[in-house]
């Protein structure tokens, strides 16, 4: 019988530990996507694929496996079909994961409202990763469009 109580206090002792540690990833989640949000404009949309190449397209009527074929004749490199991708939508940051063969449209979860722990734990990797780069990246090829067509539209406000 002791055996069984000391197994049911190590499980307590280790559950609180995991929800504290699963409460800690949470928040920091929520915090840099809050802050994200903040940063990124409406629209913003980047693959986490991109930092991770997927390979040429097949050949047409080539199949070597490396990407998935879908019935609507659309095709994926495999390596980038179930990376996560974000995107900025009604002023959050969206992140959607886990997506499938069966389905590609995957899982949407808002980071700075009640992610999930695997919504977080692959947003973490994805950091650790660079996708922080490539969200840099991304802002400066918004920004240099931005400078480009503002003076086309000011000069054509300007004209009587």
Sequence with gaps: ???VIDALKRLERLGSETSKTTGK????????????????PEGFEISSSE???GPPP?????????FVFFSDGEAAPVAQMFNP??????????MTYKRTLGDR??????????PA???ALAFAEDIANGVLDLFVQELKR???????????????????
């Design 58 to 66: 097949p050949a047409p009527g080539e199949d070597d496996g490396r």
């Design 85 to 94: 991708w974000y995107r900025v939508q009604s002023g959050r940051l969206v």
């Design 117 to 119: 722990r695997s919504a």
């Design 142 to 160: 918004i920004k240099a469009t931005d400078e480009k067509a503002a003076p086309v539209l000011e000069r054509m406000s300007a004209k009587p």
């Design 1 to 3: 019988m002791s055996d």
């Design 105 to 114: 449209k995957g899982i949407d979860c808002v980071l700075s409202q009640a």
């Design 25 to 40: 990833l949470l928040d920091a989640t929520r915090l840099l996507a809050s802050r994200l949000e903040q940063l990124l």
């Design 51 to 53: 930092q991770r190449p």
